[in-house]
């Protein structure tokens, strides 16, 4: 009986086929790349003060500066106070200048913004003051949509295929990421970016599995390294696209709209012939199978499709199973800390870009262009120095980075930037490590339970990490503080994992093989042994 890894053997591993489905999964990548880091962009910190127009009833002739004069108190730098205001009086204008105002309160009847910037987030909704911590809270909320949609799309993508959930996503992202350009209210823009979080989590996942599906396992490496890359250029041009809208709306929808231009090649975009075999629906499989041969100009031997049967599904193993066994518990608990913390280090630094006291469009672009060389670094590195070492070395170092960043005078924002860029570029090339690591160190049986703990692991700490940002108005080192003590902490414990590098995939958790970190496939299957990805 010929499975259909077999026929994707005839139909070749990475042919004109799947180069044009590469290729064609690379632009959803820009629009993630978009909605994971503009609201960076769209709320810039303004001067701003208490909206006191009332005492213009009693005198309208009061200009601006004798206006703030009466009504604002002043800090001890001689500045307006930007969040308190006098109490209003029924007073006179003689008796209010002669006698003053000391009673202070809250802002009661909104803020104006003098400099008249444009219109943005923080102006339109008044994130200011009280309402300032809004702005990281929406930040996690987008992140807890992003674990929302790993739960949701995931297992739908098993039920209805990976198309249809690639096509829901894409639809759904662009509906709602121009949507939230004509929200009224900031509470309906915080529920359509939970949705959008959602949408990018099914674009994410499901095209990284369709792609996986129908690349051969020697080129897997380079299409998904491809699709890292076009996230890092997608950072790059969010910097240029920013720099040129300042307008948060028309930001919105120029980096939403672009995204159903994909509904254009939606007949390009096929279906899984694996997932398709999985289902019985064999016929559909045999075309698609049969359109790649044509497309990548090969031939499939005669009745090698005739032989195509439904495979037979081995039974995963479930998350306890994780916990059953002691080396298992230990790679289960050490890597879910280690994507946690990388997680926490990388969306610490993203979402701290406007911090660091330099332009941050310039900081912006060079965030998103020290990802590539991050990524294409990491191969090297996990080749000339084994996974352990790498990942232990790039968290430690992407910790060590942030603890340093805590020491920098705030008048240094060049060395704090460098800095930032350097811890970016360890975060960066850590993730891509854990990936393969993580692919290398779990059973198969139970390989997709555990790198899937791992991924949640991740988002909970993407969810944390805008959170610990309001720690800053206790001490501004806290945050980031917290940022590098976490991944020094799981640089660690990444020392006790085993190394696996030149090894064999193991396909069932054996005591003698896995304790000393030589884990070989059961069954000696060639397939087995170069399933690592990234």
């Known amino acids: 009986m010929s499975g259909v890894g077999e026929i994707l053997k005839a139909v070749g591993d990475f042919g004109p086929f799947q180069k044009r489905l590469v290729l064609l999964t690379l632009f959803p990548c820009l629009s993630v790349a978009f909605h994971q880091f503009c609201q960076l962009f769209m709320v810039s910190n303004v001067p701003h003060y208490c909206d006191t127009s009332w005492i213009l009833a009693v005198c309208p002739n009061l ?20 969040c308190s205001m006098y109490s209003p009086v ?60 790993s739960i949701i799309f995931g297992p739908l993508s098993d039920r209805i295929g990976r198309r249809p959930v690639i096509l829901i996503s894409i639809f759904l992202q662009g509906l709602f990421g121009v949507g939230i350009a004509f929200v009224p209210h900031f509470y309906v823009y915080m529920a359509f970016r939970c949705v959008v979080g959602a949408s990018v989590s099914g674009i994410t996942m499901t095209i990284l599995a369709l792609a996986t599906e129908w690349v051969g396992v020697s080129s897997r490496p380079k299409a998904v390294l491809t699709s890292h890359c076009c996230f890092a250029i997608g950072q790059m041009l969010l910097a240029g696209l920013s720099y040129g809208i300042r307008n ?8 939403s709209a672009p995204i159903f231009a994909f509904f254009f090649c939606v007949r390009v975009l096929p279906e899984s012939a694996r997932w398709l075999v999985t289902k019985g629906r064999l016929e559909e499989a045999k075309k698609i199978l049969q359109k790649a041969a044509s497309i990548n100009k090969s031939t499939i031997p005669p009745g090698l499709l005739e032989q195509l049967k439904p495979e037979k599904q081995t039974k995963s193993g479930s998350t306890l199973d994780l916990f059953g066994k002691k080396h298992l518990r230990k790679v289960t608990l050490i890597m879910s800390c280690a994507w946690f913390v990388n997680s926490l280090v990388y969306y610490g630094l993203s979402l701290n870009v406007t911090s660091f006291g330099l332009d941050i469009y310039l900081t912006q672009l060079a965030f998103g262009a020290v990802e590539i060389p991050a990524r294409l670094g990491c191969i090297v ?5 084994g996974r352990k070492k790498t990942q232990s070395v790039l968290l430690l170092l992407s910790g060590l980075v942030c ?19 350097i811890g970016k570029f360890t975060a ?39 959170l610990i940002r309001l720690l800053g108005q206790y001490h501004q080192a806290i945050p980031m503080a ?22 064999e995939l193991v396909w069932e958790n054996t005591n003698s093989s896995s304790e000393n970190g030589h884990v070989k ?11 690592t990805y990234f």
């Not at 500066?65 to 001689?78: S, W």
């Open 403 to 421: 603890l340093i960043i805590t020491g920098i005078p705030e008048d240094q924002p060049v060395v704090t930037t460098v800095l930032a860029v």
């Open 90 to 149: 029924d007073w006179d204008l003689d008796s209010i200048v002669v006698y003053g105002l000391n009673t202070t309160e809250k802002c009661r009847s909104g803020w104006v913004y003098p400099s008249a910037p444009p219109p943005s987030l923080l102006t339109e909704f008044d994130l200011v003051c009280d309402r300032k911590d809004l702005n990281d809270i929406s930040q996690s909320i987008y992140m807890v949509g992003m674990l929302l949609g």
């Open 248 to 255: 948060w709306r028309l930001l919105e929808i120029a980096g």
């Open 381 to 385: 590195m996990l080749q000339w120095f």
């Open 428 to 466: 960066s090339a850590s993730f891509s490590t854990s990936y393969v690591y993580s692919a290398e160190l779990f059973p198969t049986v139970v390989r997709q339970t555990g790198v899937g703990l791992c991924s949640m692991a991740s988002r909970v700490a993407a969810i944390m990490a805008p």
């Open 521 to 531: 496939g059961k069954d000696g299957g060639q397939d087995e042994t170069k399933t």
């Open 482 to 503: 917290i940022y590098g003590s976490a991944p020094v902490v799981g640089g660690l414990l990444c020392v006790l994992l085993p190394e696996t590098r030149g090894t």
């Open 63 to 82: 200009t601006e500066e004798e206006q703030l004069n009466l009504t604002l108190p002043r800090d001890a730098d001689g500045e307006y106070v930007r």
